[in-house]
């Protein structure tokens, strides 16, 4: 039986095989034509985002943590999975990495789509202990721990340990978020309009949360008022609300988490800190802003954008862990 860890995002589709590591991070997206069905899958169909006629739609068939288009879910699953298995379906078991809290009937979605495409076997796992185990975060009964994982589409915030979840919530706050008020706050300052993925790689390559950072970036767009096409120079405070505003919400909530937490696990937290995930983590001065807001440590995974299917192929991995954290 091959062993799969898929984090199946709003934004992009992570997999991981046991015994090969990460296999896959595509976008979790396909171009569906009227005419002749689903013409592109992943990176190749985010690729037309914004630039298809209209008889095309780029459709992202996650939105927040929710699956909203199951035939094309199902179609982009079997695509990704033959992929990186170049075989059939039937010997695949699968652990799919989920939001905190992920209510029944999404994950009964999430079921219904792996067994449409002939997959053996489904199990589940929230994302705070996959993001944990992704990080090397140290384990045990004893040792309760605080991730914060940000998504493209939901964040999900948990205090835990060994024995179980203590406290913990999601919420559809995420990188995505930052994205569309990046394209109105470009909008409203320099009059251009860009699209999303422009948006994206603004975010991305000079977006940051470190005081002084003033990296810049030429940006091309459609100005407004003339409808011609345009350029101008994006610096790093120009975009720094709109990514500032939705972390500051993230915080927020984990405020909040904290605040359920028995006094001896506060404690815990004080000593061993946050640890953060999700590739939004990435940004310059991101574990400064958030430890100063939290006055705890900070910590950042290597690579962050990866660290829930790092820990769902460890996961898959060792049996006896699996059990602690999969949902029954």
């Known amino acids: 039986m ?62 927040e943590g929710e699956i909203t288009d199951e035939r094309a879910a199902a179609a982009l699953l079997e695509y990704f999975l033959e992929k990186v298995t170049g075989r059939g379906l039937s010997r695949i078991e699968i652990l799919f990495c989920v939001p905190c809290g992920c209510r029944r009937e999404s994950l009964d979605k999430y079921y219904r789509m792996a067994e449409s495409v002939g997959v053996a076997r489904v199990g589940f796992a929230e994302v705070p202990y996959l993001s944990a185990l992704g990080q090397d975060v140290p384990l045990s009964e004893s040792n309760p721990v605080f991730t914060v994982d940000i998504g493209a589409g939901v964040s999900s ?61 030429i940006v091309n767009g459609r ?63 991101f574990a400064e802003y958030v430890g100063n807001k939290l006055q705890m440590e900070a910590h950042v995974a290597g690579d962050p954008q990866m660290s829930v299917v790092l820990g769902g192929g460890r996961a898959i991995g060792n049996q006896a862990l699996l059990r602690r954290f999969q949902i029954e």
């Open 157 to 217: 915030i948990a205090a835990f340990s060994l024995d179980g979840m203590i406290a913990g919530l999601s919420m559809n706050v995420g990188g995505n978020n930052m994205d569309i008020h990046i394209i109105d706050h470009i909008a409203e300052m320099f009059n251009l309009k860009i699209g999303a993925q422009t948006s994206e790689k603004l975010k991305n390559t000079i977006g940051s949360l470190a005081e002084y950072d003033n990296q810049s970036m």
């Open 2 to 63: 091959l062993k799969l860890a898929v984090d199946f995002g709003t934004s992009m589709t992570k997999i991981y095989k046991l015994g090969s590591g990460i296999v896959l991070a595509e976008a979790t997206c396909c171009a569906k034509s009227e005419i002749g069905g689903i013409r592109a899958f992943g990176n190749e169909a985010k690729r037309l985002l914004g630039k298809t006629a209209s008889e095309t739609d780029v459709i992202f068939p996650v939105y």
């Open 223 to 285: 100005d407004i008022t003339t409808g011609k096409p345009r350029s101008v120079s994006v610096s790093s405070p120009d975009i720094t609300l709109p990514i500032r505003i939705y972390v500051d919400k993230i915080i927020e909530y984990a405020e909040l988490v904290l605040k359920k937490l028995p006094a001896e696990v506060s404690a815990a937290m004080c000593k061993n800190g946050v640890y953060l995930s999700g590739g939004i983590c990435s940004l310059a001065g």
